[in-house]
């Protein structure tokens, strides 16, 4: 591990790695986990939560003190009234996981007095890090990385997510957005890990992101991740990111652009 690094990064990328061997190994048997259902579509397997045991043990060892926040487990871990929390998403993209679609990651952030100070994404199938701090620059295996130079939506290439689950409400509206982007760029990307999503597009690997409906985990280290490599994140309506909810993303300037772009086409509930 990187001696540049804070310490807590240190620890996170140490229980990353932990989780992420767990997530490989499974892997080479995928048809033996065992899935539970959450809701419709939405899907937890043994794996998710063996992932998320090594990393809260891992994390709690160095750090008792602190709290935990996992998508899992919830808040049962960890110390209830901790200025430190952890936010966790032991595998996110666990319905790719279990088509063996090669794009499902690790997240782990610590945030500090509700500011988030820390992050890691880890794809254990690439074996690609992803790690920022507050004020310190996003880094990709110890190399700085940097939104794309995009200034716009021409040319630009926009990930996403669809609604599912509770968010299938917004649906339509959603489909039209689509197709606006569609129209409007040079072509629209349904990975299925949002964590991973907001690496690849802090690392420049696309321009911009927008997604409904997402939980805190989904985005807690992302969001630092950008911005940390000079993006810009909020919600749908252009405010401030709160975690979870509704999310825009992008260069500043493909940001902008892609607000513009959404706003005739946002469901009343999230205007």
């Known amino acids: 591990m990187s001696p540049n690094l804070h310490p807590m990064i240190n620890v996170a990328v140490k229980a990353a790695r932990a989780a992420g061997a767990i997530i490989n190994r499974a892997a080479l048997d995928v048809e033996s986990v065992r899935i539970s259902q959450k809701l419709v579509n939405d899907f937890v397997t043994d ?31 960890g110390a209830k009234d901790s ?15 279990l088509h063996g679609f090669p794009q499902f990651c690790v997240s782990i952030a610590v945030q500090y007095r509700g ?41 630009a290439l926009i990930s996403t997510g669809i609604p599912f689950g509770a968010s299938i409400k917004w649906l339509d509206p959603y489909l039209q957005m689509l197709k606006a982007v569609a129209l409007n760029t040079a072509g629209a990307r349904r990975p299925g890990s949002a964590a991973l999503d907001l690496a690849w597009l802090a690392a420049g690997r696309t321009d911009g992101y927008w997604e409904l409906g ?28 709160a975690l979870g909810h509704d999310i825009v993303a992008g260069s500043p300037k493909t940001y902008e652009a892609l607000l513009a772009l959404l706003a005739p086409h946002l469901p009343d509930d999230l205007r």
Do not use: C, M
Request: aromatic residues 8%.
């Open 214 to 241: 997402l939980k805190p985990w989904d985005t807690a280290a992302g969001w630092l991740l950008v911005t940390e490599a000079g993006g810009r994140v909020g919600t749908i309506t252009g405010a401030d990111y």
């Open 115 to 155: 500011r988030i100070e820390h992050a890691i994404i880890y794809d254990p199938l690439r074996q690609e890090l992803f790690t920022a701090s507050r004020g310190g620059g996003a880094q990709l295996d110890d190399k700085r990385i940097r939104v794309s130079k995009s200034r716009g939506l021409e040319g």
């Open 47 to 77: 794996v998710d939560h063996a992932s998320e045991q090594i990393i809260i043990e891992t994390l709690l060892t160095a750090y008792p003190g602190h709290g935990i926040w996992a998508e899992e487990s919830g808040q049962e871990h």
């Open 83 to 97: 200025e430190f929390v952890w936010i966790i998403d032991p595998l996110d993209g666990t319905t790719n996981y």
